[in-house]
């Protein structure tokens, strides 16, 4: 099961959050979102557990809880869904061709 972690500290390591979830069950894995530019935290992260039950008692335990001075907002991570890029169907407006050119039949 894949876990959302919010608000977490911004010198919290992966390690350290691994380590936080692992006292209810086995940790596939921990990763921290960082910001693609400056690589600081963005603050929230996901934790995968392969058992239900062990995530389910996890996720009870640690929402709302102190991590180094951060009281955790912990919830079942939803599906990421598809973004939509700007810029639109290629066909800019309905113009019916590039420029304001008549077509010639």
């Known amino acids: 099961m894949n ?3 919010g608000n977490l500290p911004k010198d919290l390591s992966e390690a350290d959050l691994k380590a936080a979830f692992e006292a209810y069950g086995q940790v596939e894995s921990a990763k921290i979102i960082k910001d693609r530019y400056s690589g600081e935290s963005r603050g929230f992260g996901f934790v995968e557990m392969p058992s239900q039950d062990e995530a389910k ?3 009870e335990a ?3 809880s102190d991590l180094k001075g951060s009281t955790l907002k912990v919830n ?6 598809p ?5 639109g ?5 309905g ?6 050119k008549p077509r010639r039949y």
Do not use: H
């Not at 973004?83 to 810029?87: A, F, Q």
């Not at 169907?89 to 407006?93: K, W």
């Not at 113009?95 to 304001?100: A, T, W, Y």
């Open 3 to 5: 876990i959302y972690v």
């Open 57 to 59: 008692e996890a996720m």
């Open 62 to 64: 640690m929402n709302g």
């Open 76 to 81: 079942e991570a939803r599906p990421r869904t």
């Open 83 to 87: 973004r939509r890029r700007p810029g």
């Open 89 to 93: 169907g290629g066909n800019f407006g």
């Open 95 to 100: 113009r019916p061709n590039k420029g304001n």
